[in-house]
């Protein structure tokens, strides 16, 4: 479902992201970690095609994102770390106009967007303007806008930031289902924790270059330290070369049980 080949993006005289080759089956909930500045960022946003690529290409369910993004986008969910949102619609406004873009019909949208707003315990606050909701809610709000189409490839960075413990686990179980369902899931997380628990397989990139690929055990051998109860954390550290998690902006938070 994402297919990134020889994906690199260069300013001026420097790689922030380098030759990356990266396959993310239907099904599969994918971890990208790494520390700040690694490149993550740039790689989702050239994911989603708010960054052209200055060399490589990025293909969503067989469609390129760059000579063909109408199409690419059209089965594509995203979830941005710094989501902008329409603060004067209504959440139900907003979930409509969402409905509107993807082209799907009236009905529908009202029958999805009851749905998502009952499942996020946000139908007290529908007909209220956006500017007055919590940062939790318009979290909430823009994952509900990004799963509203069905889509087939969902592309998600630091999902978690403002939810407090129901709503980490409320959209903890939505992406599982996600992925049961047959979409690819791409998330991009500083919380070790989450990416452990949810993900079938983590890549780590570092300087612009994936520097690990592959599940937990896979992960522990590359590590050298085949250990069952070996945990993301004592791994990451280990194949990125530093000691300072506050440093890397990395943080050991678990999901919601």
């Known amino acids: 479902m994402i297919e990134l080949t020889h994906l690199t993006k260069r300013y001026r005289d420097v790689d922030a992201v380098k030759g990356l ?3 993310v089956p239907a099904g599969e909930f994918f971890g990208f970690l790494g520390p700040n500045g690694a490149g993550k960022t740039t790689t ?4 989603v095609g708010l960054l052209k690529p200055t060399s490589g290409s990025v293909l969503i369910g067989g469609h390129d994102v760059s000579t063909d993004p109408l199409r690419a986008k059209a089965i594509l969910g995203y979830i941005p770390d710094r989501p902008f949102i329409y603060e004067k619609l209504t959440g139900r406004e907003y979930l409509m106009f969402i409905a509107e873009l993807y082209g799907i019909d009236m009905k529908t949208a009202a029958e999805r967007a009851e749905e998502y707003l009952a499942f996020f315990d946000l139908m007290d606050s529908e007909h209220a303007l956006i500017e007055g909701y919590s940062h939790g809610m318009k979290q909430k709000l823009i994952i509900s806008g ?3 189409h069905d889509p087939e490839v969902l592309i998600v960075d630091e999902p978690m930031v403002g939810l407090d413990p129901k709503g980490a686990r409320q959209v903890k179980q939505l992406f599982t289902d996600l992925c049961r369902k047959g ?3 791409f998330m991009s997380t500083h919380s070790l924790g989450i990416a452990q628990a ?3 397989r983590i890549g780590i990139i570092q300087k612009g270059e994936v520097i690990a690929l592959g599940s937990m055990d896979a992960l522990r051998r590359m590590a050298k330290r085949d250990q069952e ?3 993301l954390e004592d791994i990451f550290l280990e194949l990125t ?3 300072n998690l506050e440093r890397l902006g990395i943080s050991m938070e678990h999901p919601a049980a």
Not at 44 to 47: F, Y
């Open 21 to 23: 080759n990266l396959t």
């Open 44 to 47: 989702i946003k050239m994911l």
């Open 146 to 148: 990004a799963l509203l």
């Open 183 to 185: 979409a690819a899931v």
């Open 198 to 200: 949810m993900c079938d």
């Open 229 to 231: 109860n070996l945990e």
């Open 241 to 243: 070369g530093d000691t």
